[in-house]
């Protein structure tokens, strides 16, 4: 495993990191959920992320359980706030804030997190009211560093103009060969600030594998058959997106590399992301996906790629 530096902060995460959205305490039965957890420490991945809303707080306790008895300092735990948890409870006020960091803390059975990021971007609360209280939860020691998710260049950079506040070190947005608009403005405005991305479907949902033959309806038990799970596949199962995913196969094969390990690879080839976090169901999937680390991949199969994918990336 290949293990890089969190942006400013003195956190090394595995390029290759354990998401739960959709997927523990939801759509993946406990066993299974606990064998993935297992393998991807034998793989050498450290970096696990989940959310107080992953299935309100089911993805949260389901970890804690697992984790219960792993000796904190081998892994990077990191986890959200923002999202509704009740009808009451939901954004980055301070009273959210505190509230919600000590019911994950709980959840999780730990009395610290690692990364403890803006689920979304709160326009109701004042920015600095937000990064006050993210600063007080850090100072406190509940927390050790503090990240966001899909925040625009104009959010992240109101929060670095602050003075007094904490300063972020990751940054949490989708990135794929499929979806591209990170690198217009977000990687490099964080790039030059210190802050890494830790990205989210970087396998487009698994679509990247090239599990979903286009023409033809999506095999039993993947995420587009899910109820759970299926919710937010949509536009990835066109038969252009399908199609082009399936003319990746030969650059995969000359590169020696399976397409899951190729959409990975490709991920990681843009050195400010620090870990491309995969939702394993079973665990041979991580197995596969624990190839990608350190590929490097020649500037031919880059070139392969954007020819095939282009027409489709966003």
């Keep these: 495993m290949e293990y890089r530096q969190l942006g400013a902060s003195d956190l090394r995460v595995s390029a290759i990191g354990l998401g739960s959205w959709l997927t523990y305490g939801v759509g993946v039965e406990r066993e299974r ?58 954004g980055l006020s301070a009273a959210q804030i505190h509230k919600q960091c000590d019911a994950s803390l709980k959840r999780l059975q730990t009395d610290h997190i690692d990364l403890y990021q803006c689920h979304r971007y709160d326009p109701d609360t004042p920015l600095e009211e937000t990064m006050t209280a993210l600063t007080e939860v850090v100072r406190a020691g509940k927390v050790r560093f503090i990240g966001f998710s899909e925040w625009s260049t104009e959010q992240i950079q109101a929060a670095l103009d602050l003075d007094g506040v904490e300063r972020f070190a990751s940054s949490q947005p989708q990135y794929s060969m499929l979806w591209r608009r990170p690198e217009r403005a977000v990687i490099p405005l964080c790039a030059a600030n210190g802050i890494s991305q830790v990205v989210w479907s970087p396998l487009a949902q698994g679509v990247l594998t090239g599990k979903y033959p286009p023409g ?57 992301v620090a870990s491309a976090i995969v939702g394993a169901s079973r665990p041979e999937q991580l197995d596969d996906n624990a190839g990608a680390a350190g590929v490097r991949l020649d500037d031919d199969v880059l070139a392969a790629v954007d020819d095939v994918i282009a027409a489709v990336a966003h």
Excluded: H
Excluded at 220 to 225: C, E, F, H, N, V
């Design 33 to 90: 959920a606990e064998a993935c957890v297992r393998r991807a420490f034998d793989l050498g991945i450290n970096f696990l992320d989940t959310a107080n809303s992953y299935g309100r707080g089911a993805a949260e306790s389901l970890l804690g359980e697992i984790l219960a008895g792993v000796p904190r300092d081998s892994y990077v735990l990191a986890t959200k706030v923002f999202l509704p948890m009740s009808r009451k409870d939901r």
């Design 216 to 272: 033809q309806p999506p095999p039993p038990d993947t995420r587009a058959t899910s109820d759970e799970m299926g919710g937010f596949i949509g536009r990835l199962l066109e038969d252009d997106v399908l199609e082009a995913v399936q003319r990746l196969r030969p650059v995969a094969d000359k590169a020696g590399l399976s397409l899951a390990q190729l959409a990975l690879a490709w991920v990681l080839r843009e050195p400010n």
